[in-house]
């Protein structure tokens, strides 16, 4: 608008430029009208003019020489107008000004610091919801019967009886507070004051209503399982249980830790094996108390004796047996080791007794006896311990069958 403004011509003396026009007057007028080349050609005379506007000389227009009706496209400024309009170009598409009324494109949005002072007068006003009111804040009186959420001055206090008259104070009663506290009252007349002590009480208890049953008035009283809920492990962040409450009381382990029980409600840890030997887990007590646990490899002493039922010997063979011979002493139970003997020996299983090493003569093996000869000294040599015919004749196939082997291997004649 203020270019639009800029571009016109004031109604006083206004200086036009380019090739301003106006309505040629009638022939012989003479008023205040603009003149115009055609008006002027036209009422040429012989002699020069004599006035312009009834002035001589460099005549120069000055106001009130035009009126607006004069002036093409010109407003009558000093024309009454409708309150609250303003000389405007039209809203919402270019045209010639008009006066009209502001619209809201007429005016631009501005930021709250953009107005001078907005913020700072904002900042001094209390708001409508829930004012902070400071200073001495003032409001109209309600009526005296008023009862609802006007605000009460304080002459509307007083007009309901209010009075700022002393009282005597008599007495002063802090009232009962037992079992948690005994109270006194001291200066009751002139400025009370009241003071608590604590009530002594018994150990381990609390201030607590009844552990079941009906609600009742709370007294001090011990905890009971009922008052204590059922609480979730991860709300526990420090401490161990202690092994009475059901707990390690360990708070951290190593891989392959093992807990056992060092004395009495009481655990510890055994470390691991961490070398590379297999070792086993024992213990050994005194006969009334345990030891405790260790780690070791297996000894003779620790392997029980395996039955013949489950592929052993269900025997102990503490000695050295190399070279040794075990026999079946029953259908179902070995008999001892017949160790090696020093000197050339047979094996002789006599008529119901245990198999035995029976020493050879070195002449019983002579290369040029006979076979039917060795068979008769080997026969001779064992003769005296074998009294049985029947044991001799077996006795004598057994040799035989060694000395046929004996010559298959190339080791006699």
Request: aromatic share 6%; glycine share 8%.
């Amino acid at each position: 608008m203020t270019s639009d403004l800029a571009a016109k011509a004031p109604l006083v003396s206004p200086a036009l430029t380019g090739t301003p026009t106006a309505p040629t007057p009638t022939l012989g007028d003479n008023s205040t009208k603009i003149a115009t080349t055609a008006f002027v050609i036209a009422n040429l005379i012989p002699s020069t003019v004599s006035s312009v506007f009834g002035r001589t000389g460099a005549v120069v227009a000055n106001t009130g020489d035009y009126s607006a009706a004069q002036v093409t496209n010109a407003l009558d400024m000093a024309t009454s107008r409708t309150a609250n309009t303003a000389l405007m170009a039209p809203n919402g598409s270019a045209g010639v000004p008009t006066f009209r009324v502001l619209a809201a494109a007429d005016i631009p949005a501005i930021a709250e610091s953009g107005v001078t002072n907005l913020t700072t007068d904002l900042a001094a006003k209390a708001p409508l919801n829930s004012p902070a009111l400071t200073g001495t804040p003032t409001s109209t009186t309600p009526s005296t019967g008023d009862n609802n959420t006007n605000i009460a001055t304080t002459a509307f206090v007083k007009n309901q009886g209010y009075t700022s008259n002393a009282g005597t104070v008599t007495s002063v009663s802090a009232g009962t507070l037992s079992p948690l506290f005994t109270t006194a009252v001291s200066n009751a007349t002139t400025a009370p004051t009241i003071s608590f002590t604590a009530v002594n009480q018994s150990t381990n208890v609390f201030y607590a209503g009844p552990s079941s049953g009906a609600p009742a008035a709370p007294t001090f009283r011990a905890i009971s399982s009922n008052d204590i809920p059922n609480l979730p492990a991860s709300i526990i962040t420090s401490g161990v249980f202690p092994e009475a409450r059901g707990g390690t009381n360990q708070s951290a382990y190593t891989l392959g830790d093992i807990l056992y029980a060092s004395a009495t409600n009481t655990l510890s840890r055994l470390a691991p094996n961490a070398s590379t030997t297999r070792m086993f887990l024992s213990q050994t007590g005194n006969g009334a108390v345990s030891a405790a646990p260790a780690w070791g490899q297996l000894g003779q002493a620790d392997i029980p004796i395996i039955p013949i039922t489950k592929g052993g010997t269900n025997a102990n063979f503490a000695s050295d047996v190399s070279n040794g011979i075990l026999y079946g002493s029953s259908p179902s139970a070995f008999g001892a080791v017949i160790s090696a003997p020093a000197v050339p020996s047979l094996l002789i299983f006599p008529s119901g007794g245990p198999p035995q090493w029976t020493a050879v003569e070195s002449s019983g093996y002579t290369q040029t006896y006979s076979t039917a000869a060795r068979t008769m000294a080997i026969m001779t040599a064992i003769s005296s311990a074998y009294a049985s015919f029947a044991d001799l004749q077996m006795l004598a196939k057994v040799v035989n069958s060694l000395i046929n082997d004996l010559r298959f291997m190339k080791l006699i004649p």
